[in-house]
């Protein structure tokens, strides 16, 4: 089979690789699946770049990519839930590749209504936008909230997710995203170019923040006394960023003895701050299919790539201005 290869840290031309190998085989609790449609996320790239390389053991050549879609191949012994035929979506690690390894705990089955390539789309936007609202306590009808970049892959659900919670939204993107950005239900789109948020949005109930850096400081000044902001992105190394991943107990006792600025920032507006890492989670995938079924979100997709354009699909998404969602077809003709 066919399986898109990282062959070292670095820029994508050197270091990505189509290349043969054997179709996998699968343990007794695994599921083969043959893979149809392969959503991108900035962590797929940024693993090729190295930023992760200090947490994870890479051994070359890895396999790349994480969202899919596509059909059950074959099922180990142990596999009830599933049979062979069943369509599928969920995460993999190593997605971009004609064939994945899986277990049940990370995918679930694909609704009708959307087809492979709207599917490919929704696991890590989707689960990390549930996962990020429960951990604040989850959102409550006419809660006032700040999406940034919602024009984004994250972004583009969880202001769908948002409006389906009865939330009054606002978003932020660029002049370009303005109309089908609002299109997506949104209360207030804030044009990132021409308008200042800062000056826009106050007394918010929660800020989710997908920006980062700064931004994750100036959620502070808009959040309510007793406002929540929850972050996709470390604006700094504290006890809460450790824990979440994953580091060992007594170099998270180190890094909570470092001054915080967010801890200051907390303390000020009697706030509740969490980072959160996604975690797959079938469960979360559900609820997902539910609100597609539903008919509360709708998949927003820029390009579609071909396998063999795998490269430039990495090129587009890296530049960080992609509407909505990238996908890779795996099998060209991809059915429903
Ligand atoms: N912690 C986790 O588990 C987790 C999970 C998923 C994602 N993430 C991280 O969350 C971030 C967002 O992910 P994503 O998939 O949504 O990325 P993405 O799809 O690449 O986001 C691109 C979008 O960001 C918008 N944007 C860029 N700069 C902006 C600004 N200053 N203000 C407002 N919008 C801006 C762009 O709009 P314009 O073209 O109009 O600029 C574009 O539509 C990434 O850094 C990703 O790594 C973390």
């Known amino acids: 089979m066919k399986i898109l290869m990282q062959t070292g840290y670095g820029n994508f031309k050197e270091n990505l690789q189509i290349q043969d190998v054997d179709i996998p085989k699968i343990a ?12 991108l996320n900035p962590h797929d790239y940024k693993v090729i770049l190295g930023e992760f390389m200090k947490m994870e053991n890479l051994q070359f050549p890895a396999p790349v990519g994480n969202d899919f879609s596509g059909i059950v ?35 679930c089955k694909k609704p009708e209504s959307i087809n492979f390539t709207q599917a490919s789309c929704l696991p890590v936007a ?52 303005l109309e089908w950005v609002k299109f997506l239900g949104v209360d207030r789109v804030i044009d990132y170019k ?13 800020v989710f923040d997908t920006l980062g850096n700064q931004y994750t400081f100036d959620a502070f000044k808009v959040i309510k006394k007793g406002g929540k902001v929850v972050s996709l992105l470390p604006a700094e190394l504290n006890a809460q960023v450790a824990k979440e ?10 890094i909570s003895l470092r001054p915080s600025k967010i801890q200051k920032l907390k303390k000020e507006k009697n706030a509740l701050y969490e980072f959160v890492f996604m975690r797959p989670n079938n ?21 579609i790539y071909d396998f063999n354009q795998a ?26």
């Open 283 to 303: 469960t979360v995938l559900s609820e997902i299919v539910t609100l597609i079924k539903n008919e509360k979100i709708t998949p927003v997709i820029e390009t």
């Open 126 to 177: 989707g689960i990390t936008t549930i996962q990020a609202f429960n951990r604040i306590g989850g959102i409550k009808k006419g809660d006032k909230i700040l999406i940034q970049a919602g024009s984004g892959g994250v972004g583009s659900f969880a202001l769908q997710y948002a409006k389906a919670k009865g939330a009054f939204v606002y978003t932020t993107t660029s002049t370009k995203n």
């Open 194 to 206: 021409k308008e200042n948020y800062l000056e826009i949005c106050s007394n918010l109930d929660i």
């Open 311 to 336: 490269i430039k699909a990495f090129e587009h998404l890296k530049k960080g201005h992609t509407k909505g969602k990238l996908t890779i077809n795996i099998l060209k003709d991809q059915g429903w």
């Open 73 to 107: 191949e074959k099922t180990g012994r142990e596999i009830q839930s599933y049979i062979v035929g069943d369509a599928v979506l969920g995460i993999s690690e190593g997605a971009l590749a004609e064939y994945c390894v899986v277990k049940t705990s990370d995918i």
């Open 28 to 39: 007794d609790n695994e599921i083969l699946i043959k893979v149809h449609s392969v959503g």
């Open 245 to 254: 991943f994953g580091m060992p107990k007594l170099i998270s006792f180190l």
